[in-house]
């Protein structure tokens, strides 16, 4: 069960997006390590899927090599509710990365965090590797406080790059791939607009040709 904080009033929700290798790890933990300067009790969450890069797999690892002490969550409702047992009175902030791979029951606990008086920092790519929202992060970005949206370096072409290129024997995946992938350089590219790459399938991309066509002409 969620416990106030002290001295009363709702939290913040903080989220931090974008592609891989844009910086959104290393963002969360330069949060949480001010949030250490200033006293406040920190905690710091993983998704039990994430254990790439670190020696100890519940740490958060920026792909800089920057670490935190975290705790790993199941993606069960016995996990994502043992959150709330773990954000006792003195937690002030409550940090999540790769948010992206929580069922959406995470929402209304990390809601619960912030009607509770916690701020919370949550980190997690807002596409996947078909360039399409991913998971719970278009909802978590709509109810937000504060969005911040990173951006990655195009590794074809030098410049900012919001997308993802998950590769399979050095080719782009195809879109009927498995959503969630876990790997890091050796599969993902972060690419721009031009140079992403995908086969998305023409009755998907004539749905989204069409939605964006009635949304200008409702604007009209």
């Known amino acids: 069960m969620v416990h106030n904080n002290v001295g009363g009033g709702k939290g913040r929700l903080e989220v931090i997006c974008g592609s891989m290798f844009s910086g959104k790890t290393e963002e969360l933990i330069r949060r949480l390590k001010r949030a250490d300067y200033a006293h406040q009790k920190v905690l710091a ?3 039990h899927l994430d254990k790439r ?4 797999p519940a740490n958060l690892t920026s792909h800089q090599g920057l670490e935190r002490v975290a705790f790993m969550v199941g993606d069960n409702a016995l996990g994502i509710e043992k959150v709330l047992e773990m954000a006792t009175p003195d937690v002030t902030v409550v940090g ?3 948010v992206q791979f929580f069922s959406p029951e995470i929402v209304n606990v990390i809601c619960t ?5 916690k701020r919370v920092v949550a980190a997690g790519l807002d596409l996947d590797f ?4 991913f998971g719970v992060m278009p909802v978590l970005m709509a109810i937000a406080d504060e969005v911040t949206k990173l951006k990655a370096i195009c590794t ?3 410049r900012e790059a919001h997308h993802t290129q998950r590769l399979v024997n050095g080719n782009p995946a195809k879109y009927d791939d498995p ?3 876990i790997g890091a350089a050796e599969c993902y590219e972060a690419r721009c607009r031009d140079c992403f790459i995908i086969d998305k399938p023409a009755k998907i991309l004539a ?4 939605a964006v066509g009635w949304r200008q002409g409702t604007a009209e």
Do not use: M, N, W, Y
């Open 45 to 47: 969450l993983k998704h």
């Open 53 to 56: 890069r670190s020696i100890s």
């Open 96 to 98: 999540i990365d790769e």
């Open 113 to 117: 965090l912030v009607e509770h008086g």
């Open 130 to 133: 078909r360039g399409e929202p």
């Open 156 to 158: 074809r072409c030098g």
């Open 179 to 181: 959503q969630i992938l």
């Open 207 to 210: 749905f989204t040709q069409a």
